[in-house]
């Protein structure tokens, strides 16, 4: 089983910076692909940043819809079981409650699918406002 917890949201202003972290317990996050989704008030989840499992075959893939790319980075740190998802240049529509989920051995994708996930945490807030 495994168990994921996110952090470092929070409030910031128009063109600023923060990083989520995606930390897990209970099993090796290296088995298992990262999706960070976010849902803003009234709207359909989002995918928004995509990282493969490091399996041997696809290690390091990454994947960004349009909305975030050049402005979000999705890395892995196995050392400390945790994914995180740096955010710049954070827009006023990027307001949202931020969630990771697992999906044990995934691979390459161009779509980041809203369902199918084994391990989703249990998100927390971004605002961006001045």
């Known amino acids: 089983q495994l168990h994921l917890v996110e952090s470092g949201g929070g409030l910031v202003e128009p063109g600023g910076s923060l990083r989520l972290s995606c930390a897990a317990s209970?099993?090796?996050?290296?088995?298992?692909?990262i999706g960070w989704f976010r849902q803003a008030p009234g709207e359909e989840r989002e995918g928004i940043a995509y990282?493969?499992?490091?399996?041997?075959?696809?290690?390091?893939?990454?994947y960004y819809p349009d909305s975030v790319k050049g402005r979000f980075t999705i890395s892995r740190d196995s050392s400390k079981n945790t994914v995180y998802l740096q955010m710049n240049g954070l827009k006023p529509e990027d307001t949202a409650v931020y969630y990771c989920?697992?999906?044990?051995?995934?691979?390459?994708?161009?779509?980041?699918?809203?369902?199918?996930?084994?391990?989703w945490g249990q998100g927390t807030q971004v605002t961006v406002s001045s």
């Open positions: 209970g099993s090796t996050l290296d088995y298992y692909a």
């Open positions: 990282i493969s499992s490091n399996d041997g075959s696809n290690d390091g893939y990454t």
């Open positions: 989920a697992a999906e044990l051995f995934g691979a390459k994708t161009t779509v980041i699918k809203l369902t199918g996930w084994n391990f």
